[in-house]
């Protein structure tokens, strides 16, 4: 009687690990991919730390400057990602001639993680497509530590964002990973922290004209070093429309793209995006 119940026991014991072991690993909900037109991950493979950060889609070049560190995965969301110093770290990017990445929209949506350690009583621009210094195009996830707000701004043609108004009016969180996310859809402008929209407000319709992609990570796009954040950013994408509520949630929690990578690294080909567009 004893031996049977062991054996019992045994058999029901094994089924059960064997029933946990056979459930099929759940996939890692990817980003969105309709509109995407630039990603860069950040991730070690992506990354030469002294000279460049790749953009995953069409490799565009983002040159590093300073001495910014590409910090391990575990002070990471998603792989690694890029630690600023606040003085004069930052990356710059500046579309071949003729551009991969035609840009001439009249909706756009910037998005990316950032964990921002110290305030400086200054405009620190996150992500920054502009036209320093003439400063008439302007497309920024920023904060100001001066006035004590943060937010998306956007300037296009002869209208722009108001500070006192359409800005959160508190300083941006210290020392934890927060998601953000700008989108501009002709007409509106949304700004979203970890999934929720905080602000909106209208924006004059108009292009954001100016021809190939020219940005600056973590500081403004002419490298004076005036607007340099200090913290970590990871997982940078642009895409070229306005994403809904619902994308940006989906994207708060992807790692990631949902493709198949082609080698033992990440790599993401037009033909993939592509087949994947709605």
């Given at each position: 009687?004893?031996?049977?119940?062991?054996?019992?026991?045994?058999?029901?014991?094994?089924?059960?690990?064997?029933?946990?072991?056979?459930?099929?690993?759940?996939?890692?909900?990817?980003?969105?991919?309709?509109?995407?037109?630039?990603?860069?991950?950040?991730?070690?493979?992506?990354?030469?730390i002294q000279k460049q950060a790749?953009?995953?889609?069409?490799?565009?070049?983002?040159?590093?400057?300073?001495?910014?560190?590409?910090?391990?995965?575990?002070?990471?969301?998603?792989?690694?990602?890029?630690?600023?110093?606040?003085?004069?770290?930052?990356?710059?990017?500046?579309?071949?001639?003729?551009p991969r990445i035609n840009r001439?929209?009249?909706?756009?949506?910037?998005?990316?993680?950032?964990?921002?350690?110290?305030?400086?009583?200054?405009?620190?621009?996150?992500?920054?497509?502009?036209?320093?210094?003439?400063n008439t195009k302007v497309v920024?996830?920023?904060?100001?530590?001066?006035?004590?707000?943060?937010?998306?701004?956007?300037?296009?043609?002869?209208?722009?964002?108001?500070?006192?108004?359409?800005?959160?009016?508190?300083?941006?969180?210290?020392?934890?990973?927060?998601?953000?996310?700008?989108?501009?859809?002709?007409?509106?402008?949304?700004?979203?922290?970890?999934?929720?929209?905080?602000?909106?407000?209208?924006?004059?319709?108009?292009?954001?004209?100016?021809?190939?992609?020219?940005?600056?990570?973590?500081?403004?796009?002419?490298?004076?070093?005036?607007?340099?954040?200090?913290?970590?950013?990871?997982?940078?994408?642009?895409?070229?429309?306005?994403?809904?509520?619902?994308?940006?949630?989906?994207?708060?929690?992807?790692?990631?793209?949902?493709?198949?990578?082609?080698?033992?690294?990440?790599?993401?080909?037009?033909?993939?995006?592509?087949?994947?567009?709605?």
């Amino acid at each position: 009687m004893y031996t049977k119940s062991i054996f019992y026991y045994a058999v029901l014991l094994l089924t059960v690990v064997l029933t946990i072991f056979a459930k099929p690993a759940v996939a890692a909900k990817g980003a969105v991919l309709d509109g995407l037109v630039a990603y860069w991950s950040f991730d070690s493979d992506t990354v030469d730390i002294q000279k460049q950060a790749e953009d995953t889609l069409t490799e565009l070049v983002a040159t590093i400057d300073g001495d910014p560190e590409l910090a391990p995965a575990g002070d990471c969301v998603v792989g690694e990602c890029i630690l600023l110093d606040g003085v004069d770290d930052y990356l710059f990017v500046e579309d071949s001639d003729p551009p991969r990445i035609n840009r001439d929209w009249e909706e756009i949506t910037m998005e990316c993680w950032v964990k921002i350690n110290a305030l400086d009583d200054s405009w620190n621009r996150i992500i920054s497509l502009d036209d320093m210094p003439a400063n008439t195009k302007v497309v920024t996830l920023y904060y100001d530590d001066d006035d004590n707000r943060h937010g998306f701004f956007v300037k296009v043609n002869a209208n722009a964002t108001q500070a006192a108004q359409h800005l959160i009016q508190e300083d941006i969180p210290l020392n934890e990973w927060i998601h953000i996310v700008g989108t501009y859809d002709g007409s509106e402008a949304h700004y979203y922290v970890n999934g929720k929209m905080e602000i909106k407000h209208a924006v004059a319709a108009g292009t954001i004209t100016k021809g190939g992609l020219l940005l600056g990570i973590g500081d403004r796009s002419d490298g004076v070093n005036a607007d340099a954040i200090q913290g970590y950013i990871d997982e940078f994408r642009i895409y070229d429309r306005a994403l809904t509520a619902a994308e940006v949630k989906n994207n708060m929690n992807a790692e990631g793209l949902d493709v198949s990578p082609t080698s033992n690294k990440l790599s993401v080909t037009w033909g993939q995006i592509k087949a994947r567009r709605r």
